[in-house]
């Protein structure tokens, strides 16, 4: 009988808290950065019932390649081909400028893998619940209410995934009026 939570799993959990260890979320609280790692996983596990381990452990390490030193060959070593390759659906070319990031994050979200589209939307869903209650330091309200818009043209292309992250995601969007 399989015993929850796998070896993996775990090594996947420490492996984001220690290359996270430096970072911080860019709320006021300067809460640290593998919350949101963590936040994601958690959606996919309790919120949208995903026991796709791959899935999970990929939320954990859905933005290490993207925000810190660690590469796709290190995660492909240490998780194997199926994470690495979902970890590389959900990474941004962050050598792109940011213009260019955002439009392709919408333009691929619809050439996404079924999983992949999962990780994006908690993603966003984690994300803008952190925006409904912080304005993170430095932005103005004008760019928050920006950022609503463009998740909202995101999850458009994420549609017909998983019906309770949308529904979740939708309320989000109709508190903002932009449902
Ligand atoms: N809401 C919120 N976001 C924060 C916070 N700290 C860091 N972020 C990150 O900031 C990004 C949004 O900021 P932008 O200015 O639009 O983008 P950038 O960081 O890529 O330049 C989000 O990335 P994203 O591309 O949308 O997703 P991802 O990078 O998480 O995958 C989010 O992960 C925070 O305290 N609250
Ligand atoms: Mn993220």
């Known amino acids: 009988m399989a015993t929850y939570p796998s070896a993996k799993f775990m090594e996947c959990l420490q492996y984001a808290s220690f290359k996270h260890r430096q970072q911080r979320r860019k709320d006021p609280q300067n809460t640290p950065y593998v919350n949101h790692v963590i936040n994601v996983s958690t959606i996919l596990s309790v919120e949208a019932c995903i026991t796709d381990e791959a899935v999970l452990m990929t939320a954990l390490l859905h933005d290490v390649v993207e925000d810190t030193d660690a590469s796709f060959e290190d995660v492909e ?101 932009l449902l």
Do not use: H
């Open 77 to 177: 070593k240490l998780f194997g081909a199926d994470v690495c390759g979902l970890v590389r659906e959900v990474t941004d070319d962050k050598s792109l400028e940011k213009q260019e990031r955002k439009r392709l994050q919408i333009e691929n979200a619809a050439k996404s893998s079924c999983r992949a589209k999962l990780i994006k939307l908690a993603d966003k869903l984690d994300n803008l619940r952190d925006l409904q209650v912080n304005t993170p330091t430095g932005w103005t309200p004008e760019r928050r209410e920006q950022y609503f818009i463009w998740a909202m043209k995101v999850v458009d292309n994420l549609r017909g995934t998983n019906a309770n992250l949308e529904l979740k995601l939708d309320e989000i969007f109709r508190q903002r009026g």
